[in-house]
C-alpha cells in the first residue's frame, strides 16, 4: 500500500528545498533556545546573594561615567602580576562600553607574598581623600614598588589614619564575600543584582 505522505524524492525540489530549510530553521531555532537556556543557567550560577549597597557603599569616584548603570568592581593587588596585567584590557573595556559600564577598585593587599602591596593601597586611598586616586592608582601599577620613594608621597598622618581604615574596610568586605585572590571582579547590574565575573572575556556576556 503507498504511502499517503510524499517523500523528499518525489517532491519537486523547490517544494524539497522549502520543506528542508524549515526543518533545519527549526533545529537552529532549537539550538539557540538550548543555548540561551544554558547561559541563564551559568549567569544564574554566578549571582551572589548580597546587596549591592554593600558592595558599592558611598563612593563617587568612579573610573568612566559616574551615570554607567553596570559597576565592576576590581578587587586588586598592587603588586600582583595578574592584576598588572589586566589593566590595559580593562582600560579597553572602559572605553569601549563608554557610558555603559563604571570601574570601582577595592583592595585586598596579599601581604603574605607581597611586602610593598599595603603601603600602596594605603597611598591609593590617601590620594582618592585629596582627589586623585586614579591617577596614582594608574601610577602603582606601573612603579616598581621596591622603590620605596613613591611612599613618601603622603606624610599627613590624618589622612594616611583614614586611608588605613578604608583600606581595612575593603579587606573586611572582601571576606565577607569569600574573596581570597586577585583580581577578582564583581558585576552590579542596574537592578542592584551582583554577580561574579570569571573573566573580562565574558563580561559583555553578561551586560
Known amino acids: 500500500m503507498k504511502s499517503k505522505y510524499l517523500h523528499l524524492s518525489e517532491m ?9 530549510g524549515i526543518i533545519l530553521s527549526g533545529l537552529l531555532v532549537k539550538d539557540i533556545m538550548a543555548q540561551k537556556a544554558s547561559e541563564r543557567k ?3 550560577s554566578l549571582k551572589l546573594q548580597v546587596k549591592s549597597s554593600d558592595v558599592l557603599g558611598i563612593r563617587k569616584d568612579f573610573w568612566g561615567s559616574p551615570n554607567a548603570q553596570y559597576t565592576l568592581v576590581e578587587f586588586g ?11 590595559k584590557p580593562i582600560e579597553e573595556i ?4 563608554s557610558g555603559q559600564i563604571k570601574l570601582d577598585f577595592r583592595h585586598i593587599p596579599l601581604t603574605k607574598i607581597h611586602p610593598h602591596a599595603m603601603d600602596a593601597a594605603i ?6 581623600i585629596k582627589g586623585n586616586f586614579w591617577d596614582m ?4 601599577f606601573s612603579t616598581d614598588l ?16 583614614r586611608a ?33 565575573v570569571p573573566n573580562l572575556e565574558i563580561l559583555k556576556k553578561m551586560l
Not at 593587588?77 to 589593566?87: A, S, T, V
Not at 572602559?94 to 562600553?97: F, N, V
Not at 597611598?123 to 582618592?128: G, K, P, Q
Not at 621596591?146 to 589614619?161: G, H, P, R, T, V
Open 94 to 97: 572602559i572605553k569601549a562600553l
Open 146 to 161: 621596591a622603590n620605596k620613594k613613591i611612599f613618601e608621597k603622603e606624610k599627613d598622618s590624618s589622612i594616611l589614619d
Open 12 to 20: 519537486s525540489p523547490y517544494i524539497a528545498c522549502v520543506m528542508l
Open 137 to 140: 592608582h594608574r601610577q602603582l
Open 42 to 44: 551559568a549567569l544564574a
Open 123 to 128: 597611598l591609593a586611598e590617601a590620594s582618592r
Open 164 to 196: 588605613k581604615k578604608q583600606v581595612a574596610d575593603d579587606m573586611k568586605l572582601a571576606s565577607s564575600l569569600g574573596i581570597q585572590s586577585t583580581p577578582t571582579f564583581l558585576l552590579v547590574t542596574p537592578s542592584g543584582q551582583v554577580f561574579r
Open 77 to 87: 593587588d598592587y603588586e600582583c602580576p595578574p592584576c598588572r596585567g589586566h589593566q
